[in-house]
């Protein structure tokens, strides 16, 4: 006679009680949350943890926020492998316990600082997940021989650490404040050329040796044998006109001529607000500077020249050539 084992049924709970579903129920729920912090930015993570973070480690509220959003997606990985495809219960309980003190952080700190909604839901959700994950119950009445499914507790925690610590590594690479940032070459702007065309060092000097004599060649010439005024100018400049009007206004004695200064190119230009009108210099030769270069003068600048040597210099700042004698 031929004896049959008796074997004991596998006694499985209902399928509201099954670790699995429940699990799977925290896992898409820290997803979203997840999702709802990458998308909301700042204002979407729990402000405790983002101060937190500020106060131990001095992190922005932006770097902050991509922490914790990772660390969500961290969270629903391991839940998943864990909790969905191993059935563990330990790691899914813990997360909902974690995530009850967290929503309960934000609770308080709602109740001074205002937005109770969402931190209520949170905590809502969070201490249901919890009851419902604790009231699971795994397969039981399987007899000694059958071969136990999952991970031991040592391999569940290790494997959990390096779950973990691939996705802070993903997260870090684009949080890590200490990491050289590159920054895309900006594109050259015109190089400006500046030109200093104070005339005060070359008093006692010939025309040619200054910088009048560099910018406006000819002119070197042309004063020799008798007096000459130079006057340096700029149409928007009022106490240009304001000379003008006081001394060039009738025929002078002197040789005169009007130089007006350029815009420098690649430099933008500011409106003053003054006038734009011509100068009004009677029997005045008008000149003017090349183009391009930023030219450094003190506006209205005169220089005398007396045959061809510059006897006196003055601009805005000192000098009265045209009260001299």
Excluded at 7 to 22: G, M, V
Excluded at 149 to 161: E, F, K, V, Y
Excluded at 183 to 196: E, F, L, M
Excluded at 226 to 245: E, G, I, K, R, W
């Amino acid at each position: 006679m031929t004896v049959v084992p008796q074997t004991s049924a596998i006694e499985r709970p209902p399928l509201s009680r099954h670790p699995r579903l429940a699990a799977a129920c925290v896992a898409s729920a820290l997803g979203l949350c997840a999702w709802l912090q990458f998308r909301s930015g700042p204002d979407g993570v729990p402000a405790p943890l983002v101060e937190l973070l500020e106060a131990l480690f001095g992190y922005s509220p932006e770097l902050a926020t991509r922490l914790i959003a990772s660390s969500s997606v961290a969270g629903a990985l391991i839940i998943f492998v864990y909790g969905v495809l191993l059935a563990n219960r330990l790691i899914p309980i813990v997360a909902c316990a974690l995530g009850a003190f967290v929503s309960l952080a934000c609770v308080s700190r709602a109740l001074s600082a205002g937005g109770l909604g969402f931190p209520v839901i949170a905590l809502a959700t969070s201490f249901v997940l919890l009851w419902w994950m604790m009231r699971t119950r795994v397969p039981s009445g399987a007899n000694a021989s059958t071969p136990r499914r999952g991970l031991s507790p040592a391999w569940t925690a290790l494997g959990a650490i390096a779950i973990a610590t691939s996705t802070g590594a993903v997260a870090g690479r684009a949080t890590d404040p200490n990491r050289p940032v590159e920054i895309a070459p900006k594109p050259a702007g015109p190089k400006v050329v500046n030109v200093d065309f104070d005339m005060h060092p070359f008093v006692g000097r010939r025309v040619e040796e200054t910088p009048i004599g560099a910018s406006l060649p000819g002119l070197a010439e042309r004063t020799r044998g008798q007096t000459t005024f130079v006057v340096f100018y700029m149409p928007n400049c009022h106490a240009c006109h304001s000379l003008f009007d006081q001394f060039f206004s009738s025929p002078r004695v002197e040789q005169v001529f009007t130089v007006e200064i350029p815009p420098a190119e690649g430099i933008p230009q500011v409106d003053t607000g003054e006038e734009h009108e011509p100068i009004v210099c009677v029997g005045c030769e008008p000149l003017l500077l090349p183009t391009g270069p930023n030219y450094l003068v003190a506006s209205p600048m005169v220089v005398k020249i007396e045959d061809g040597v510059v006897t006196c210099v003055s601009d805005r700042f000192k000098g009265e050539c045209l009260l001299a004698p």
